[in-house]
């Protein structure tokens, strides 16, 4: 499966492939031609003139890859086949404000409008989404139950790059928006606490995806737990799961309050005013599809022996032609200190290859780069 979107959504014109190991029976890379490519970036001894040569066996291609410190990785002598890889895929569960003040101003027509363009934008194919309108039904002040709130009215679906009807999921979410009338006051916490119900029984069941909720209000709480600090442990536990929250505050909405909700989350808050909704919403939305989601990869399982985590690189030459460099691992997102590296999500059963913050920023504002994931080299240490 691709994910254009994303590509998109960061600017980055990359292929993504992956080098699977296979160890030759020589060390040089005989029993097989091929070109070889200086790819270190390093100290002194980082880089390396990769060999090319010529026998009777198959094709190969040799890399020689430097790391920080210098380490140089031949990969003529432990990789052979290529494969392409995956990113993550992405599923949001939209909690959406239908509260009587999104009544006001214009709000609840240009931010209902937003929601279809994003919705219709052929970037968001193969985006998971699952729609939640509050208060609604029993998602409401008074009953406040979290069970109703984490039933979507519309179920999650994959859109395509298909306009509606011919993208279902599309008119689908088209209709439910069509529907709904804003009235009722702000039940947030059963909001928020039903899409977290929902999204981390959906990742029990898909692990590799990416799964987040997206509060959008334009008020404080209003109905249910009314407590901030309340509401951010609702986040929070979520987060635990691995489910991160982030918040879209349109005009009306404290910006205090839904950061505190978004922080606890593991997310980002995006605010809109008044003057241009419509298109300040989508841009939120389209930013929130990005923000470092692209930066997690999956691990497919290789077509040619086992899958061995201590022996993964992950190789980046920028655009036009730059110096390519090979960002070191680090045991967990904290050990990223700010830096470039990369992590597991998971080290003692690796299922994805996690890009750190600053990795992520690095190839997200290159929009000609290039990422690999190569397996079979020993792993080269942040």
């Not at 001894?45 to 890399?63: E, L, Q, V, W």
């Not at 993208?167 to 439910?176: F, G, N, P, R, V």
């Not at 029990?204 to 249910?224: A, F, M, Q």
């Not at 536990?237 to 404290?254: H, I, P, Q």
Request: glycine letters at 16%.
């Amino acid at each position: 499966m691709q994910y254009p979107w994303v590509m998109k959504s960061l600017g980055l014109g990359c292929v993504l492939a992956l080098l699977a190991a296979c160890a030759p029976d020589s060390p040089n890379g005989s029993g097989g031609s091929g070109a070889g490519s200086n790819t270190g970036a390093g100290s002194s001894t980082g880089g390396g003139n990769a060999g090319g040569g010529s026998s009777d066996g198959g094709n190969g291609a040799g890399f020689n890859i430097g790391g920080s410190g210098g380490s140089t990785v031949n990969t003529m002598e432990c990789a052979s086949e290529s494969i392409e890889a995956e990113l993550a895929p992405l599923t949001m569960f939209i909690t959406f404000d239908k509260s009587g003040s999104m009544d006001n101003d214009n709000k609840w027509v240009n931010s209902t409008n937003a929601l279809k363009a994003f919705f219709g934008d052929p970037g968001a194919a193969d985006l998971e989404v699952a729609l939640r309108f509050f208060p609604e039904g029993q998602c409401n002040e008074n009953s406040c139950s979290v069970g109703a709130c984490a039933t979507p009215n519309v179920d999650v679906g994959t859109l395509t790059a298909d306009a509606a009807p011919t993208d279902t999921q599309e008119a689908a979410l088209i209709a439910a928006i069509n529907a709904q009338d804003p009235s009722g006051p702000t039940p947030m916490s059963a909001a928020l606490e039903g899409g977290i119900a929902w999204s981390s029984a959906y990742l029990v069941n898909n692990p590799t995806h990416k799964v987040v909720v997206i509060l959008v209000t334009d008020g404080e709480p209003n109905g249910c737990d009314e407590s901030i600090s309340g509401i951010s442990n609702i986040a929070a536990s979520g987060l635990l799961d691995g489910v991160v929250t982030y918040t879209v505050g349109l005009a009306g909405s404290n910006e205090s309050q839904l950061t505190q909700i978004a922080t606890a989350g593991g997310g980002s808050s995006f605010f809109v005013g008044n003057g241009n909704t419509e298109d300040e919403l989508l841009a939120a939305l389209q930013a929130i599809r990005g923000e470092l989601l692209a930066c997690e990869l999956d691990i497919p399982e290789p077509t040619m022996g086992d899958f061995n985590p201590n022996l993964v690189n992950v190789e980046y030459t920028p655009g036009g032609g730059g110096t390519p460099q090979t960002f070191g691992n680090v045991p967990n997102e904290a050990a990223c200190a700010g830096g470039n590296g990369w992590y597991y999500d998971n080290p003692a059963d690796p299922q994805q290859i996690i890009l750190c913050p600053g990795t992520c920023d690095t190839v997200q504002a290159d929009a000609e780069g290039a990422i690999r994931v190569v397996l079979g080299c020993e792993t080269i240490p942040g």
